[in-house]
């Protein structure tokens, strides 16, 4: 009877983790920024029909990255342990913490388990509060791990490259429109070639807390995404080079001695006529 290879704990894992990240870092980023008025996620998606973004709860958003049929199921099943809780208990029950701490036990569960492969994604999960210091987004990664982030998130594809163009510019308490352009412009620093994205290769949506509805998730469609952008767009227009100010200095100089006029000489200044007498002139 043969001996089967003998392969470390330590070395499997790192097989692993290693298979899962080449996986993830073939798709396309997605980032999460917390804004004024909520949170805005913002992916890379020429699909119109497959998203990486969608709703959870009222106040709960998911985004992921990877393979889709693997974060679908993650997706539906989400939606179920929310739907589920908020029936059993209280709508205000399910939070976003007790959702992510769900995600990382199945996460974790299928990493360490040797019967199966790896799940090949990356995952956020959002939950919206009162005001900006009550949001709430926690990234979960393919070992089920977890950490609670604040301001903005980013994860697959060259995540490190846009996470790095996000940080140099973001800044709190930014408007939706001014956090839609700066998570546009990094998606498209994502290499050695700075790309413009158009309206249809994304998907875009937010958590808005100033929406009088219960659900505060809401989609932005492709028109409303052109014409936010066109508005944010910083201004192209070549500008005149101005004159150095010595030579504007001088061509004043110049300016000015040929516009002045100069008085002639005495011997050849003009003998103004004698006056004719008016005899309509009153005394």
Same mark, same amino acid.
């Given at each position: 009877?043969? +001996?089967?290879?003998?392969?470390?704990?330590?070395?499997?894992?790192? *097989?692993?983790?290693?298979?899962?990240?080449?996986?993830?870092?073939?798709?396309?980023?997605?980032?999460?920024?917390?804004?004024?008025?909520?949170?805005?996620? +913002? @992916?890379?998606?020429?699909?119109?029909?497959?998203?990486?973004?969608?709703?959870?709860?009222?106040?709960?958003?998911?985004?992921?990255?990877?393979?889709?049929?693997?974060?679908?199921?993650? #997706?539906?099943?989400? &939606?179920?342990?929310?739907?589920?809780?908020?029936?059993?208990?209280?709508?205000?029950?399910?939070?976003? #913490?007790?959702?992510?701490? %769900?995600?990382?036990?199945?996460?974790?569960?299928?990493?360490?388990?040797?019967?199966?492969?790896?799940?090949?994604?990356?995952?956020? +999960?959002?939950?919206?509060?009162?005001?900006?210091?009550?949001?709430?987004?926690?990234?979960?990664?393919?070992?089920?791990?977890?950490?609670?982030?604040?301001?903005?998130?980013?994860?697959?594809?060259?995540?490190?490259?846009?996470?790095?163009? &996000?940080?140099?510019?973001?800044?709190?308490?930014?408007?939706?429109?001014? %956090?839609?352009?700066?998570?546009? *412009?990094?998606?498209?620093?994502?290499?050695?070639?700075?790309?413009?994205?158009?309206?249809?290769?994304?998907? &875009?949506? +937010?958590? *808005?807390?100033?929406?009088?509805?219960?659900?505060?998730?809401?989609?932005?469609?492709?028109?409303?995404?052109?014409?936010?952008?066109?508005?944010?767009?910083?201004?192209?227009?070549?500008?005149?080079?101005?004159?150095?100010?010595?030579?504007?200095?001088?061509?004043?100089?110049?300016?000015? @001695?040929?516009?002045?006029?100069? @008085?002639?000489?005495? *011997?050849? %200044?003009? &003998?103004?006529?004698?006056?004719?007498?008016?005899?309509?002139?009153?005394?």
């Amino acid at each position: 009877m043969s +001996v089967p290879f003998y392969v470390s704990p330590e070395q499997l894992m790192r *097989d692993r983790a290693d298979f899962a990240r080449k996986g993830i870092s073939k798709g396309r980023s997605a980032i999460a920024l917390q804004y004024a008025d909520g949170i805005l996620f +913002v @992916a890379e998606n020429r699909s119109p029909a497959l998203h990486k973004v969608a709703e959870i709860y009222d106040r709960m958003a998911f985004a992921a990255v990877g393979r889709y049929n693997e974060f679908e199921n993650l #997706r539906i099943a989400g &939606v179920r342990l929310a739907d589920m809780r908020g029936y059993s208990y209280d709508r205000r029950d399910v939070t976003g #913490r007790a959702l992510a701490n %769900a995600y990382a036990q199945t996460l974790g569960a299928i990493f360490s388990s040797g019967g199966e492969k790896p799940l090949e994604v990356e995952i956020l +999960v959002a939950e919206v509060g009162a005001s900006t210091a009550e949001d709430q987004i926690y990234r979960l990664t393919y070992d089920g791990s977890i950490a609670d982030v604040r301001g903005y998130a980013v994860m697959g594809g060259p995540a490190e490259q846009v996470a790095e163009y &996000v940080g140099e510019h973001f800044s709190e308490g930014i408007s939706l429109a001014g %956090a839609l352009r700066l998570a546009v *412009d990094a998606l498209g620093h994502d290499g050695t070639e700075v790309r413009e994205l158009q309206p249809d290769q994304i998907e &875009v949506a +937010v958590l *808005d807390r100033t929406r009088t509805q219960v659900r505060k998730f809401k989609r932005i469609s492709e028109e409303t995404l052109g014409r936010i952008l066109s508005e944010s767009s910083p201004d192209t227009t070549p500008t005149e080079p101005s004159e150095p100010a010595e030579d504007k200095a001088e061509s004043d100089d110049s300016a000015d @001695a040929g516009d002045t006029p100069v @008085a002639p000489a005495d *011997d050849d %200044a003009p &003998v103004a006529p004698p006056e004719e007498p008016d005899t309509d002139r009153p005394l």
